[in-house]
């Protein structure tokens, strides 16, 4: 709209249903994210007679303007029809959202009624809402049935005893729907999401109501009905007591963890810890060992697999000897899984069995199977043991992690996967602070190195950044005397990917070393480097000494430097043959020359 006319006199309801009506999706959308405009506009009282019913009538469209509308109405938009006192008048276009045939319109027209009834007031919920309710929830088609589902439990507080027991009734129904997929909305919010119906329940309609609704969903023919009664367990379980649960839900527990269904004994694998929780440590202890234990040994590797996901949560809630005679056997079995994905999630969460075992038992029980699981043939499988080998250093100490596992860690560092040799160096630096300078200098100095000639440049820039590190950890005379002299060795390697790498490692190290070390051997390297044949060791040369002047530019001693070897060095740059070259050595000299007026 042009800004320049009165909102009033270019009729904007009119010109909306010109652009709602045009044949251009495109426009039509636009028109309706503009549509709280043209209700500030119209004002509340025209919002509310005319712009609401045309809306209304308006939801034979495409699903994305559908669903941009459901959207639009969701946005606090009871401020355009006159505050919460008309709040109501925005049910009327959202219930026809939530009974068409996309699920995504659907979904967010019970999401914009659901904010809308935050707004009303009890009398406006029980004049407006509760009938829009039962009308979806006996609507003739699934659409409607399956989205009140969703609708029952944001205003069940708010309302009479006598419709709360309507509601239950209701929602009861919906339980026992002929459609699958209505079955599916009623399984999905009874218990499993924050705003679920049955965390509204009280106590004793949990008991009379939510556990009868449940059983009967946890026993329906369809499995994707079934797997999502596993969360509506869960919540149901957290509302009673110990002894309740035993009494109530004993039977479904065992019926779900062993159910014909791969899929539904995967959600229960993939919640158990959840499970374990809410049910309490009598049944953890009598049932749920054993309940565990055949979900790690089932058929079905995604069963499997999601059972080794929940290892270290689950073995927390028992005690030692349950996990080492009951747990363990198992662990060792999914170590040697036919299933990649399976040895994958173990080594993932096998540490977390080391600070439950202590020193001793993990180092019969566990040790090896880290050794095991490192020379796996799947680069995933040895990067997840890797990647949490600290907590196995917490328990057993780094002396014995060092000497059982260095071995492996050094052949790993030669893997064929370079993301496991990645994985490697960056666990380095730690395992440098623990393992001190002279255990490092022996056994780990060489293999650092030779990681900056890597034939995989990710490894090689990885390299570069472990240098930094170890130069933070060890100090700049160790890494002076150690790394600093190898580094620039390679600076006059007839390969051009060596000479690279030495400028490539001088620019990330540079700011953890010193002015000193910078000026006498790290810049005559640098500047040798200046005619090199090759034009990106030359334009990046000129990068590096753009971080050299940046780091030691503003001391005095680093603006001599900066005015007697690198501008000139930068300046020699500017007149080269190529054009990137050139580029980053105007570069350079800008900063150079702003760094040394700066410090001056």
């Not at 009938?131 to 009479?160: H, I, Q």
């Not at 999601?306 to 073995?315: D, N, R, S, V």
């Not at 690198?566 to 007149?575: G, M």
Request: some cysteine.
């Amino acid at each position: 709209m042009d800004s320049g006319n009165p909102l009033d006199d270019i009729a904007p309801i009119a010109i909306l249903m010109d652009e709602l009506r045009s044949e251009d999706v495109q426009l039509r959308l636009n028109a309706i994210h503009r549509v709280s405009t043209i209700a500030l506009a119209l004002g509340p009282d025209r919002t509310r007679e005319e712009l609401i019913p045309f809306l209304q009538d308006s939801v034979d469209d495409e699903d994305e303007v559908l669903l941009a509308l459901a959207e639009e109405l969701g946005k606090n938009f009871d401020e355009y029809v006159g505050g919460r006192k008309y709040a109501h008048v925005l049910l009327g276009p959202l219930e026809v959202l939530a009974a068409v045939e996309e699920t995504l319109v659907r979904d967010k027209a019970t999401e914009s009624i659901t904010k809308v009834a935050e707004s009303l007031s009890q009398q406006q919920i029980e004049a407006y809402y509760i009938p829009l309710l039962n009308r979806l929830s006996r609507g003739e088609w699934f659409t409607s049935r399956t989205s009140s589902a969703a609708l029952y439990s944001p205003v069940y507080a708010k309302v009479s005893s006598q419709i709360k027991d309507d509601l239950r009734k209701a929602f009861t129904a919906l339980a026992s729907d002929d459609t699958p997929m209505v079955r599916r909305a009623a399984a999905k919010w009874l218990g499993s999401l924050d705003k679920s119906f049955a965390k509204t329940l009280a106590k004793e309609h949990i008991l009379s109501d939510a556990l009868p609704i449940y059983r009967k969903l946890a026993s329906d023919d369809q499995d994707s009905v079934r797997l999502l009664t596993v969360e509506d367990l869960i919540a149901i379980a957290k509302q009673l007591e110990p002894a309740e649960v035993k009494e109530q839900l004993l039977a479904q527990i065992r019926q779900s963890g062993s159910d014909k269904s791969w899929r539904v004994r995967y959600m229960v694998a993939n919640h158990f810890v959840e499970l374990a929780e809410a049910v309490g440590l009598d049944i953890v202890k009598e049932e749920l060992v054993g309940a565990y234990v055949q979900l790690l040994k089932d058929n079905e590797a995604e069963v499997r697999t999601a059972g080794a996901g929940q290892l270290p949560g689950f073995a927390k809630l028992v005690d030692k000897d349950a996990i080492l005679i009951r747990i363990l056997p198992c662990v060792r079995d999914l170590s040697q899984d036919t299933s990649q994905h399976v040895r994958a999630s173990l080594a993932n969460q096998i540490s977390g069995l080391a600070p439950l075992l202590g020193k001793d038992p993990t180092i019969e029980n566990l040790l090896p199977l880290f050794l095991h699981l490192l020379k796996d043939e799947f680069p995933e499988v040895r990067l997840n043991i890797i990647s949490k080998l600290e907590m196995v250093n917490s328990v057993i100490g780094i002396d014995l992690l060092s000497q059982s596992l260095l071995p492996a860690i050094v052949e790993l560092a030669e893997d064929k996967s370079w993301r496991v040799r990645q994985a490697i160096i960056e666990y380095i630096p730690l395992l440098a602070t623990q393992l001190g300078r002279a255990f490092f200098d022996e056994q780990l100095g060489n293999l650092c190195l030779s990681w900056l000639g890597d034939n995989v440049f990710s490894i090689r820039e990885a390299a570069t950044v472990n240098l930094k590190k170890l130069t933070e950890v060890f100090g700049v005379e160790w890494s002076k005397n150690t790394i600093v002299p190898k580094v620039l060795a390679m600076g006059s390697h007839p390969n051009y990917l060596f000479r690279m790498t030495t400028v490539l490692a001088i620019t990330t190290m540079a700011p953890s070393l010193n002015l000193d070390v910078i000026k006498d051997p790290v810049l005559q390297t640098l500047l040798s480097l200046v005619t090199d044949p090759i034009p990106n060791i030359r334009f990046n040369v000129a990068k590096s000494l753009e971080v050299l002047v940046t780091t030691y530019g503003s001391a005095p001693e680093g603006q001599v430097l900066a005015k007697e070897k690198i501008v000139p060095a930068v300046q020699s740059l500017q007149n080269d043959s190529d054009a990137d070259v050139r580029y980053f050595a105007n570069r350079a000299l800008e900063r150079t020359m702003a760094t040394v007026a700066i410090a001056g």
